[in-house]
């Protein structure tokens, strides 16, 4: 993971798109739920440094998918994902949680690629700037802890 990581702070350098589809790839390989996780916390990490009143509003979509992404269906998932897509005043939080919940039904439906494009989509949003190596730098951090912690416990 950390050479993974390693390789990611060179595609930055190099103004590569599509930064977070390694990260995200390789933590679905372990299971779909840690991208899931890594997409979450970014936008939460991602809201704190913005100091964004929509996380406010939305912060309940954010809930569920960490507490029911289980229970629903991919379609429930999908329509949850339009759902947020259409709320006013869209803005990236509430297109990186579209994605998210995006994400977890492509994954559902055991579309592994789609899931991870659409996790990178979620992430990437959240890094409007590339040259934000501080905000990048937390979001790997995030990456690396969630994967130690599955790696911990299994």
């Given at each position: 993971?950390?050479?993974?990581?390693?390789?990611?702070?060179?595609?930055?350098?190099?103004?590569?798109?599509?930064?977070?589809?390694?990260?995200?790839?390789?933590?679905?390989?372990?299971?779909?739920?840690?991208?899931?996780?890594?997409?979450?916390?970014?936008?939460?990490?991602?809201?704190?440094?913005?100091?964004?009143?929509?996380?406010?509003?939305?912060?309940?979509?954010?809930?569920?998918?960490?507490?029911?992404?289980?229970?629903?269906?991919?379609?429930?998932?999908?329509?949850?994902?339009?759902?947020?897509?259409?709320?006013?005043?869209?803005?990236?939080?509430?297109?990186?949680?579209?994605?998210?919940?995006?994400?977890?039904?492509?994954?559902?439906?055991?579309?592994?690629?789609?899931?991870?494009?659409?996790?990178?989509?979620?992430?990437?949003?959240l890094l409007p700037d590339i040259s934000d190596l501080r905000?990048?730098?937390?979001?790997?951090?995030?990456?690396?802890?969630?994967?130690?912690?599955?790696?911990?416990?299994?």
């Amino acid at each position: 993971m950390k050479q993974l990581i390693e390789n990611v702070k060179q595609t930055i350098t190099k103004k590569k798109i599509l930064w977070a589809y390694p990260v995200a790839n390789r933590l679905q390989k372990y299971h779909y739920s840690l991208a899931i996780h890594w997409a979450v916390e970014c936008i939460q990490i991602y809201a704190s440094e913005m100091k964004s009143d929509k996380l406010l509003q939305l912060n309940k979509y954010i809930q569920q998918a960490l507490e029911e992404q289980n229970v629903l269906t991919s379609s429930q998932c999908f329509e949850m994902s339009r759902e947020i897509w259409y709320l006013p005043e869209r803005e990236e939080i509430q297109t990186a949680i579209a994605r998210l919940w995006g994400s977890i039904a492509a994954f559902k439906e055991g579309e592994e690629h789609g899931g991870v494009m659409e996790t990178t989509m979620a992430v990437e949003l959240l890094l409007p700037d590339i040259s934000d190596l501080r905000l990048l730098e937390r979001y790997l951090e995030a990456a690396v802890r969630i994967y130690e912690e599955y790696e911990s416990q299994n």
